[in-house]
């Protein structure tokens, strides 16, 4: 059980915690957490304990594991005064920094960042990623095109030596609403594998993302080996705005281990 669904059980929503108070829920759970929470808590800790200096811009990524990189970077911040101005890739990411009391900044008045922590729902052998399984990959994949250094934390379950061999929900394409259609026939005709348009849980219909915009979920076909090319001619496909696809991106990442050890790729 993750600790944002230990958030959620207590009946706390995320966008109005205090800070108090999850700290209070954080240390709770952080002293009965399973391996695989332990996991990313250590990626988290390292990277950001590795990566992130005085007077830095940082790009907070999206998902479970960057709740465990805002709070070690509080820790930091509030320890040894840092002066470090916050860039969200979400609204998740945006309340867990206002949350946690950091200085929240935008691409308007820091262009340019030092580095990027994110997570990823899958990494290859060559750094490549999947991303955009909470539906963020537009905003994360700007966020990470700015930075000097984009650094990925992550558990042992998402390290792979192709991609789709841990992650099995297919890669998303953001797309606008109108082309979804035609897009989808032509991915599937060029390339193979099926798309499926993202439909969403608490509402009818599908996955609308913070810019408008739906989600094909792409199961492609395994033999798919040249993904900067595959990704460059999607990219191409009037009406498709970005693809969870990060190739290239990545400086390192950062895997935890189920005994807790780190093990780095880069």
């Excluded at 470090?84 to 949350?99: D, M």
């Excluded at 992550?154 to 099995?168: F, H, I, M, P, V």
């Excluded at 953001?174 to 005709?189: C, F, G, L």
Aim: glycine share 8%; with cysteine.
């Amino acid at each position: 059980m993750m600790i944002l669904k230990t958030l959620l059980d207590t009946g706390t929503r995320l966008d109005i915690i205090s800070v108090r108070r999850f700290n209070k829920i954080f240390r709770e759970y952080s002293g009965t957490m399973g391996p695989l929470e332990s996991a990313k808590k250590a990626a988290a800790y390292k990277a950001i304990d590795e990566y992130v200096k005085d007077n830095n811009v940082i790009g907070i990524g999206s998902g479970s594991t960057i709740i465990y990189a805002v709070h070690r970077l509080a820790e930091r911040v509030k320890e040894e005064k840092l002066n470090v101005v916050c860039i969200p890739t979400s609204f998740q990411s945006r309340q867990l920094i206002v949350n946690h009391r950091l200085t929240l900044g935008d691409l308007e008045t820091h262009p340019k960042l030092d580095c990027a922590i994110d997570g990823a729902d899958e990494v290859d052998s060559e750094l490549n990623l999947i991303k955009g399984g909470g539906g963020c990959l537009l905003q994360e994949k700007i966020i990470a095109s700015c930075a000097d250094h984009f650094i990925v934390i992550a558990d042992y379950t998402k390290n792979s030596q192709r991609l789709g061999e841990q992650y099995k929900k297919g890669i998303p394409i953001e797309v606008v609403p109108m082309a979804y259609v035609p897009i989808q026939r032509r991915i599937e005709d060029n390339y193979g594998g099926s798309l499926e348009i993202r439909m969403a849980k608490a509402k009818a219909g599908p996955v609308v993302t913070d810019n408008g915009n739906f989600i094909l979920d792409w199961h492609f076909p395994h033999e798919i080996t040249d993904w900067n090319k595959v990704n460059t001619e999607i990219l191409l496909i009037p009406g498709v705005v970005e693809t969870g696809l990060f190739i290239k991106m990545a400086k390192k990442a950062f895997f935890g281990m189920a005994d807790g050890s780190i093990m780095e790729q880069s």
